[in-house]
């Protein structure tokens, strides 16, 4: 249970909900420092560099992007308000990555405009891209491989031939041929094969498989990949008792596979990047609640303040959030489902949970929010997404995105009698 602590005590919280509304995000900044500084130095040995672009869409937040930047951090993007949120936040040129998949043409041209890397998800995407830009491609360009049915003895990798994106290994070299015969000049190559992996010789599997085909794509087209992005998905300990990835150890597994297959090849130092969002940021945020009501009928419940609109995850997919009552832990533990207000049954942030036995008016503390959080929020019912507060380590936070009202709401209606603000 270690490593689902609150940063701050009881007290202290209490005080801050005094002063904040509930229900908001709480984020901890020092924590998600400390955590990019320690992502970093696994990776200080990579010849070519090292960089992280933050997934931006795990917490669109140009605070928190601006702190990612200052800690050395590009930013991932897949939609124009994503490239918006990076260019405001000093994220820009080559420090975006515009990862496309299903893509129209003006998010292209943006990508474009703001000197994005772009990265392709389809051969075919090559013809609608030099369209999109009027007739020409940019001077670096990246691909997005799906290794599908893997050779034999990679079962790490799982069950790539499943999903909607990239190209096969065939097409990427025709993309690579047919880029460079357009006038391409740099190359990266990109894949992304996993979600939330806590098994760190995935990771170092993903890389070897890219390694072997920089080396390959040298020996046949005589084409030199310049970086080598493996995407994101290195995953976070939601349950108890997971233990987080041992970034130190990820970091020296990819090495050992840079140093049998980079170097022997005699390869120019290749630049290494990924694109983590959920483990950035993901265990330093906190969905803070209160209880409002508990009732007994065949099940136990505790109702929060909170609900789907604020953290959408454990209704969606069934996921497991650590969930804490801050003033009773220690005390009678009892079994709840834990709910919002929707009238969705769905809406459910635990199931059958024994957690510290709240009564109403009781903090509650949902853990790692701080990824897919806030930003899958959605306003059915009605349902108002909450503020956004930044701990930075003193007594007080700042407020980072305030709470939406209900003008806000109805903002897109015309109609008399609601407080549309106009
Ligand atoms: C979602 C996504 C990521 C980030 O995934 P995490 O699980 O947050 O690390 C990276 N790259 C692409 C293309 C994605 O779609």
């Known amino acids: 249970m270690t490593h689902h ?10 005080t801050l909900a ?33 960089q992280n672009y933050y997934a931006v869409k795990a917490l669109p937040n140009p605070h928190i992007l601006d702190l990612l930047r200052d800690e050395g951090m590009g930013g991932d993007c897949s939609s124009l308000a994503e490239l918006q949120l990076c260019a405001a936040a000093g994220i820009r040129g080559e420090n975006i990555v515009f990862t496309s998949n299903d893509t129209p043409a ?44 893997l050779k ?3 079962a790490i990798i799982g069950k790539p031939e499943e999903a909607k994106y990239g190209l096969t290994r065939e097409q990427l070299f025709e993309g690579y041929r047919q880029a460079r015969d357009r006038g391409v000049r740099r190359f990266g190559l990109h894949t992304m094969v996993a979600s939330n992996e806590l098994n760190p010789q995935y990771f170092v599997e993903t890389a070897r498989l ?35 990835v041992d970034l130190a150890a990820v970091g020296a597994g990819i ?36 209880v409002l009501h508990k009732k007994a009928i065949y099940k136990n419940y505790v109702g929060l303040d909170a609900c789907m609109a604020n953290l959408m995850r454990p209704g969606m997919y069934g996921s ?69 507060l930044l701990w930075q380590g ?3 936070v700042r407020v980072i995105r305030r709470a939406e009202t209900l003008t806000d709401h109805f903002a897109t209606l015309d109609f008399p009698g609601l407080p549309t603000g106009g």
């Open 152 to 154: 034999e003895g990679n």
């Open 106 to 149: 003006e998010e292209y041209r943006q990508a474009h405009a703001l000197g994005a890397i772009i990265n392709l998800d389809d051969l075919s995407h090559l013809d609608f891209l030099q369209q999109a830009l009027g007739g020409r491609l940019p001077g670096v360009l990246c691909f997005r491989y799906n290794p599908g049915p």
């Open 210 to 244: 890219l390694f072997d085909l920089v080396v390959e794509l040298q020996a046949r087209l005589g084409l030199r990949i310049e970086f080598v992005n493996l995407g994101g998905g290195i995953g976070i300990p939601y349950r108890p008792e997971q233990t987080a």
């Open 394 to 396: 003193g007594t007080d």
């Open 5 to 14: 602590h609150l940063p701050f005590s009881p007290d202290q919280l209490a």
């Open 18 to 50: 005094a002063r904040h509304p509930t229900p908001f995000h709480l984020y901890d900044e020092v924590g998600i420092r400390k955590n990019a500084r320690a992502f970093y130095q696994a990776f200080a040995w990579v010849p070519g560099g090292f």
């Open 320 to 388: 497991y959030h650590h969930i804490t009552v801050p003033a009773r832990e220690g005390g009678p533990r009892k079994v709840y489902d834990v709910t919002g207000s929707l009238c969705e049954n769905n809406d459910k942030f635990a199931l059958d949970r024994e957690i510290a036995d709240p009564q109403p008016g009781d903090l509650v503390v949902i853990h790692d929010t701080g990824a897919h959080g806030h930003a899958m929020g959605f306003n059915y019912n009605g349902k108002l997404r909450s503020a956004e």
């Open 255 to 290: 090495r050992t596979a840079y140093e049998q297959t980079i170097v022997p090849a005699g390869l120019a130092p290749l630049r290494l990047v990924m694109e983590c969002g959920r483990m950035v940021t993901g265990p330093y945020g906190y969905l803070v609640s209160r």
